[in-house]
């Protein structure tokens, strides 16, 4: 047996997980979630304006959800409802028009505008 120069003596510790730490440590975790989960939440729907009770968006937007208000059973593109809004959207994608006449915004052939896009991020 080999002595030290300092008398120590050797004990295991009682083997016991404090129960009422960790259950603390638990609710308090599971409290900072809720919070964090709430507050991104209220962030979120802050940022996106979905918290104003107007369902008013822009007028592209009204008419996508009155075209598609009733259920369809079969795939929208294959239903003659869905060929024909197609047809309707690219017609629109190839015409000039006003947006909002007052505020200046106009649309143009969406052919055009790529070509306006490309030509001025190679300048």
Do not use: C, N
Not at 9 to 36: F, P
């Amino acid at each position: 047996m080999t002595h030290l120069p300092f008398d120590y003596e050797v004990h295991q510790e009682e083997d016991v997980v404090a129960s009422r730490s960790l259950l603390k440590i638990y609710v308090v975790s599971i409290l900072v979630g809720a919070l964090g989960v709430f507050f991104a939440g209220v962030i979120l729907a802050a940022s996106t304006g979905a918290l104003q009770p107007s369902l008013a968006g822009p007028k592209g937007q009204q008419r996508a959800f009155a075209q598609l208000s009733h259920v369809e059973q079969t795939p929208l593109r294959d239903s003659e409802r869905g060929i024909d809004l197609r047809r309707a959207q690219l017609r629109d994608l190839a015409s000039w028009g006003w947006v909002d006449r007052k505020a200046g915004v106009a649309k143009i052939p969406i052919d055009e505008a790529i070509d306006v896009v490309v030509e001025e991020s190679s300048r």
